[in-house]
């Protein structure tokens, strides 16, 4: 039998406009809440008569016009009129008087999410819930499909490597959408943060194959460095390059899949082949990124095609990677430098020291699986479904 597109929580919303409820709103969002013709969310929902007070923005702006760490500022949005509130790098009291700011009666979310603990549109997420647990605002999450399926994999994360990109433990591919993590979140960490859930209301996406996240919808590319939909795939894995000293692709037609530095050479494709990683395949390549790391510098090195979604290991393709570049370059320094008084990058990413910890002492996957925080697993239905939630999904 064939399988029904799914229906994202904005598309519902615009068929029973009764499913958010009353009350002017913030509308958390970016270019990626799109209708189902490609539209504007927020076009569609002042369109239907929606009292839209203002949007808020999470990192790369509204637009995703701007790269990694940083955003596109406070403004107005053209088409609407509507004033556009920058949230990246805002939180505590100063989200609290953000909210309170907005004179919104409820906070509602419609963003694209991608699988991976370290998206910081997760944590816009949990940064909102708890500003809104103080504030007494409502929040409605209008769910859309994890493009990376339910499949869960990686270590939890250690609270002393908490940052923004990763506040809480959840696992490092977590198999969720942002309408099921905002339950989890409200219902574990959420008072756990404040001393007090949230009012949430999510307005869960329906239909398609949640098992594989991909059947039926069209690919907007949720961040600039997120093109593609194998992007996304890779990033669990690749996206652990961002702690070292290599090109991650940035600055490329690939990133997330091209990878290297002005010291690598033929030798790391050849190697990575011969360790015949499931799900994917290595090509030797040479490239110059435009920007980013090595930007204008020649890098020999490697590109990830993936063969294989179903059969494909990002944990076990971003040991591999970064054991192999420890052995095969001594010399070079591997690990990005930490910031003053931070861990280093690549503990942030991972969720604890253990993975350039074990790497830098030639430990194996398995050893470094077992000195990492384990994942933690959602609390029961009976807690994720409480009293303080509505659950919107028929």
């Not at 949230?198 to 329906?206: D, M, P, S, W």
Request: hydrophobic share 40%; proline share 9%.
């Amino acid at each position: 039998m064939p399988i029904a597109p799914p229906r994202t929580g904005l598309s519902r919303v615009l068929q029973d406009l009764d499913l958010l409820g009353s009350g002017s709103i913030a509308l958390c969002t970016n270019y990626t809440a799109v209708t189902d013709e490609l539209g504007r969310g927020v076009d569609a929902l002042v369109a239907a008569g929606l009292p839209v007070r203002c949007l808020l923005t999470p990192e790369h702006g509204y637009w995703g016009g701007v790269q990694a760490g940083k955003s596109e500022g406070d403004g107005q949005d053209e088409a609407t009129g509507l004033p556009v509130l920058d949230t990246y790098g805002v939180s505590g009291a100063d989200l609290d008087a953000l909210l309170e700011r907005t004179g919104a009666d409820q906070v509602v979310l419609d963003l694209q999410d991608i699988g991976t603990r370290f998206y910081t549109y997760t944590w816009t997420l949990f940064d909102l819930l708890c500003s809104a647990a103080r504030t007494g605002h409502q929040v409605v999450v209008l769910d859309r499909p994890n493009p990376l399926g339910t499949g869960v994999t990686g270590p939890g994360l250690d609270p002393a490597c908490a940052s923004f990109v990763g506040r809480v433990s959840i696992p490092l591919q977590h198999g969720r959408t942002l309408g099921e993590l905002a339950r989890w979140f409200n219902a574990v960490h959420v008072p756990a943060a404040t001393g007090s859930r949230a009012g949430l209301a999510v307005v869960q996406v329906t239909g398609g194959d949640r098992d594989t996240g991909t059947h039926g919808r069209l690919w907007v590319p949720p961040s600039p460095n997120m093109p593609t939909r194998t992007t996304a795939q890779l990033y669990p894995g690749t996206g652990l390059l961002e702690g070292t000293t290599l090109s991650e692709g940035r600055g490329t037609t690939k990133p997330f899949e091209l990878f290297g530095a002005p010291w690598t050479d033929a030798r790391l494709a050849a190697t990575l082949t011969e360790q015949a990683l499931p799900g994917v395949q290595v090509r030797e390549a040479v490239f110059v990124p435009m920007f980013a790391k090595h930007a204008g510098a020649r890098v020999h090195g490697a590109q990830l095609h993936l063969s294989d979604p179903a059969a494909f290991d990002p944990v076990r393709t971003g040991y591999t990677l970064l054991s192999t570049l420890a052995t095969l370059y001594p010399e070079q320094q591997l690990w990005r430098e930490a910031a003053p008084g931070r861990p280093h990058f690549l503990d942030l990413l991972w969720g604890s020291p253990a993975l350039r910890e074990g790497i830098d002492a030639g430990h194996s996957l398995d050893q470094v699986l077992a000195a990492s925080p384990p994942a933690p697993t959602p609390p029961p239905a009976t807690l994720l479904y409480s009293p303080t939630t509505t659950e919107v999904s028929t």
